[in-house]
């Protein structure tokens, strides 16, 4: 597909069945888990051999975006790159039409290597680097976002061509990551920004606004689009040529349903159709979050009760080690107050995948540490498992896709880039 297809085009094939859970996935992860967990001999394989590895199933990821179209017909996403910048996971997004949001000098440069033509990135980051602003000049990146005076003196000296969203505000006090403690206008900021911004001459084009990640009070969304039409009032009212309305990420597979009815029922009161305004969102964790699935080999275990596959008795917990943690794939722990479910992928040799047969009574108390020398390195201090694990086996931990792998670190010499293996189901 021509990547660099014109930026507010969507795939207009027609949607299949949406459901993100199927067989043919299920099917299709579990042989990519045991083909590469069997291929290994624990007792003769070269350092690193045993790694951590994902299984991104991109069928997931094309059935969100069509449930995303279906939902939100009005509203053209522009993925957030920061939250998973996995190429392939990107040229699927591109060739299906969905355009980028990238917030710095790297993002930028990744998409664009992609060949995919810079009308379809937006800049979003309303305190930028300077150096990285005159980068978006000299690239054709057009569009961006503020949320200060002194971005405005910024963007007038680096970019003064460059069309710019004012990000506003939000609540956003029942999200999972809170963003608008860092960024945004205050509303009684906003009618000096503009004056501003006209004095300059800069090209106001609309407004932006993020209600958090992993937001789950949907009355804020549709106050921040009730603010954003404010402003576009004050905004139109000083000659700016408004016609942009970004409601930024926050979305989620699971509550994607309540949030997009509350989002149509704000566009259509505040934004109707006939006003021409494009709706532009900048979703991250939606488009990934369930995509992925995350390996580990047990390296380690120390205490808890005796080797036994039938003992319940839950009084001492043992301590598990694997080769995956919160400096690796699983700082989503700290940095998106994520809590990654372990699973019992292999156990002395058998493949469990999925396994709806697990005795849901036996379940082994332990707590799961990751491989790195700190204290902090706790996956979890109190998982239930289904079978006593041991040194050796595997465990796995669905729906780690959203801010994982991104932010992995190599510390302590663990490496940071986990091997990924594809694979692409089908709707039913
Ligand atoms: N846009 C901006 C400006 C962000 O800061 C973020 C996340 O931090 C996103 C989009 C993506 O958010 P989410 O992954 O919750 O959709």
């Avoid at 569009?143 to 609540?171: A, G, M, Q």
């Avoid at 990640?213 to 804020?220: E, I, R, T």
């Amino acid at each position: 597909p021509d990547l660099k297809m014109e930026s507010l085009k969507l795939s207009t094939v027609p949607p299949k069945d949406t459901a993100i859970e199927t067989e043919n996935s299920k099917q299709l992860i579990s042989k990519a888990l045991f083909d590469q967990v069997t291929s290994i001999n624990h007792d003769t394989c070269e350092p690193g051999d045993e790694d951590p590895f994902f299984v991104c199933d991109l069928g997931k990821v094309e059935r969100l975006y069509y449930t995303w179209i279906k939902s939100l017909p009005r509203v053209h996403p522009y993925y957030a790159v920061k939250c998973n910048p996995n190429e392939q996971v990107l040229k699927l997004l591109a060739s299906l039409g969905v355009n980028f949001d990238c917030a710095s000098k790297g993002e930028i440069e990744t998409v664009l290597s992609l060949g995919i033509d810079p009308s379809r990135i937006i800049y979003a980051h309303p305190c930028k680097v300077g150096s990285f602003l005159r980068f978006s000049k000299t690239v054709d990146v057009n569009l961006t976002t503020f949320d200060n005076s002194d971005e405005l003196y910024k963007v007038k000296k680096h970019h003064p061509t460059t069309r710019l969203l004012l990000r506003i505000i939000t609540d956003d006090e029942s999200a999972q990551c809170r963003l608008s403690t860092k960024y945004g206008a205050p509303l009684a900021n906003v009618s000096n920004l503009l004056k501003l911004a006209k004095q300059l001459e800069l090209n106001i084009a609309g407004v932006s606004f993020h209600v958090g990640s992993g937001a789950n009070d949907f009355g804020s969304l549709v106050k921040a689009v009730k603010d954003a039409r404010d402003v576009f009032d004050l905004g139109r009212a000083l000659g700016f040529s408004m016609d942009i309305l970004d409601v930024g990420g926050g979305f989620s597979y699971e509550s994607f349903n309540e949030s997009s009815k509350a989002l149509n029922f704000a566009l259509n009161e505040y934004f109707p159709l006939n006003e021409n305004v494009s709706i532009i969102a900048e979703p991250g964790r939606y488009f990934v979050a369930n995509a992925f699935t995350l390996a580990v080999n047990v390296i380690a275990k120390r205490g808890g009760v005796l080797e036994s596959s039938t003992s319940s008795d839950n009084s001492s917990p043992a301590m598990v080690y694997v080769n995956d943690g919160v400096y690796g794939n699983m700082n989503c722990i700290l940095f998106d107050h994520q809590t990654p479910k372990a699973k019992v992928l292999t156990h002395r040799g058998e493949f469990l995948y999925d396994d709806l047969n697990a005795a849901s009574e036996n379940r082994f108390n332990v707590s799961i540490w990751g491989p790195t020398c700190d204290g902090l390195d706790c996956i979890s201090d109190n998982a239930l498992l289904s079978h006593n694990v041991s040194v050796g086996d595997w465990l796995y931990f669905p729906d780690l896709g959203a801010y994982t792998s991104a932010a992995a670190s190599p510390f302590n010499g663990f490496k940071a880039n986990a091997h990924t293996i594809y694979v692409n189901s089908e709707s039913c």
